[in-house]
């Protein structure tokens, strides 16, 4: 039961923070790495002195696993400047249905790096997944949609690279660490890694990120990502499968493809949304009977 609620709450709070995603990538569309080190601030402000209040944060596992911290900051950081780069090409539903892909190859790296199995019900499962995804791509559009849905493909594979990445080392780290210690060390090298990187990289887009137009928006994405992230570890460590979390991150989709129609009025192919999104939660209800 506690596990279903972590879950839940990973995929509402993960809906609304795509959504204001799309809303950000759209307004800030050359400073994807300007904004996500400001979401990654963001977050660092709002969770860490909790941890650092309540949890047992040790110098001893910084010193010991720093280089797993570290690629944690890099793989994530990326990620999401990749994440906003897709919502820049596609809409908030097409965009989830596509981010379906950073699932699959986050189960294949974990069944490669942590050892953990996924029989033939499973697969299945996760090709009818595939499948919804490549069902929402197969409509006609013009070539000026097609050359940016296929922008967004690109930036969708490079995106599963890191955050499958990601995901397989912050299941190492929270099987070996506390959750407190992981949430304090990783978060932080997740914060200084998007803000070095945001200074190497188009500085001048600070100027056009801190408006007062964006800044409820940044807020939002902030605390809705703060609270997704800290569900989402909560999640691995209450089913102690990562395979089976990240699976459960796949409902998702259904989530945007409504609240998408409804607070964003992308309502273009909603229709094939709607059931794609229903086929890739298929999908996952087969990886998980």
């Not at 981010?99 to 490669?112: E, G, N, P, R, S």
């Not at 996924?118 to 559009?141: C, D, F, K, N, T």
């Not at 070996?176 to 949430?183: D, N, P, T």
């Not at 979390?245 to 259904?254: D, H, Q």
């Amino acid at each position: 039961m506690l596990a279903a609620a972590f879950v839940l709450s990973q995929n509402i709070f993960g809906a609304f923070f795509t959504l204001l995603s799309r809303r950000l990538a759209v307004a800030l569309p050359h400073a994807q790495l300007q904004v996500s080190a400001v979401l990654y601030g963001i977050a660092a402000l709002i969770v860490l002195p909790f941890v650092w209040h309540f949890g047992d944060v040790t110098t001893a596992d910084l010193g010991r696993y720093w280089p797993y911290f570290l690629l944690v900051g890099v793989a994530t950081s990326l990620n999401a400047a990749f994440m906003l780069l897709i919502f820049r090409f596609m809409d908030a539903a097409m965009g989830a249905l596509l981010m379906t892909t950073h699932i699959l190859m986050t189960i294949f790296a974990a069944m490669y790096v942590l050892g953990e199995r996924m029989g033939p019900q499973e697969l299945i499962g996760a090709g009818i997944a595939l499948a919804a995804v490549v069902y929402a791509l197969s409509v006609h559009v013009s070539r000026r949609e097609r050359r940016n849905w296929t922008l967004g493909i690109v930036f969708t594979l490079l995106g599963a690279v890191m955050f499958s990445a990601s995901a397989t080392t912050e299941k190492y780290l929270l099987d070996e660490v506390g959750v407190a210690s992981y949430l304090a060390w990783s978060w932080t090298a997740q914060c200084l890694c998007a803000a070095l990187l945001s200074l190497c990289f188009g500085v001048r887009q600070y100027r056009n990120v801190f408006t007062r137009q964006n800044i409820f928006l940044l807020w939002g994405a902030g605390l809705t990502r703060s609270l997704m992230a800290l569900f989402f570890a909560l999640s691995i460590v209450t089913l102690k499968n990562l395979c089976i979390a990240v699976v459960l991150a796949g409902l998702r989709p259904l989530f945007v493809s409504f609240l998408g129609a409804w607070l964003l009025r992308e309502r273009t192919f909603l229709q094939r949304k709607v059931v794609a999104s229903v086929i890739a939660a298929v999908g996952v209800t087969i990886m998980l009977l």
